[in-house]
């Protein structure tokens, strides 16, 4: 159980254009995502907390108008880049708490985003 | 804001030597703390995980330390073996909403 499932796994665009990724649990309910920003070798930086039924909460310094997020079901958070640019670029992996409520996290795959 | 710091960035040992990954927190509220294992192009996976009501707590080859009043963790690896090669994250979690903050990470090598 606690199954995170994350599409797409890679993306390519170009600057100026906006892209969504899902994030979904797929064997139990996740009232809360969150969403991760990983650099190469680098660690992984909360970039908000994704909330059923209620806003976001972003961390300090991450825009809440370029990374839109939206956790409309139980089983679905998405994040949207939008206006994306270059620096942009970036490997974005989601997580959610499972079931259990022990506060372990289980990721999705990941999505590498390359803005050119 | 909260903090965990990580240390070492890289580390490079001998098969069959012991590994040792130690953390700091700034969060006196912190009451979890997992640590997680990631290989190369997966995701990270938790792998062993402590509360602040123990002090030390082991799993096979794999045992974590933690002193609340320094506000001090380790991992600690014994019997390294290469498939251990990877990158470790520590991490410390709040009360309410499960908030995860993660250390810079810790690349290990473990050399056959």
């Known amino acids: 159980g606690a199954v995170v499932s994350q599409h797409p796994s890679w993306v390519i665009c170009k600057s100026g254009t906006s892209v969504k990724i899902e994030c979904r649990s797929l064997d139990f309910q996740a009232t809360t995502m969150f969403w991760y920003r990983q650099f190469p070798k680098q660690s992984l930086m909360l970039m908000a907390t994704?909330?059923?039924?209620?806003?976001?909460?972003?961390e300090q310094g991450v825009e809440k108008d370029k990374f839109l997020i939206n956790h409309a079901s139980l089983t679905l958070s998405t994040l949207t880049v939008t206006s994306a640019h270059p620096e942009d670029s970036s490997f974005y992996i989601c997580?959610?708490?499972?079931?259990?409520?022990?506060?372990?996290?289980?990721f999705g795959e990941g999505s590498r985003l390359t803005v050119l | 804001g909260e903090n965990v710091e990580q240390h070492p960035s890289t580390l490079s040992v001998q098969e069959g030597d012991s590994a040792v990954i130690k953390c700091t927190y700034s969060d006196s509220a912190s009451n979890y703390f997992p640590w997680y294992k990631q290989e190369l192009g997966k995701r990270p996976q938790l792998i062993i995980d402590i509360r602040s009501n123990v002090g030390e707590k082991k799993d096979q080859r794999i045992a974590v330390t933690l002193n609340k009043t320094a506000k001090h963790f380790s991992l600690h690896i014994t019997e390294t073996q290469p498939e251990d090669s990877a990158v470790y994250f520590c991490?410390?979690?709040?009360?309410?909403?499960?908030?995860?903050?993660f250390g810079a990470g810790t690349r290990l090598f473990v050399k056959a």
């Open positions: 994704s909330n059923e039924g209620s806003k976001a909460t972003y």
């Open positions: 991490a410390a979690v709040g009360t309410g909403g499960f908030k995860t903050i």
């Open positions: 997580s959610a708490t499972g079931p259990a409520g022990t506060g372990e996290l289980f």
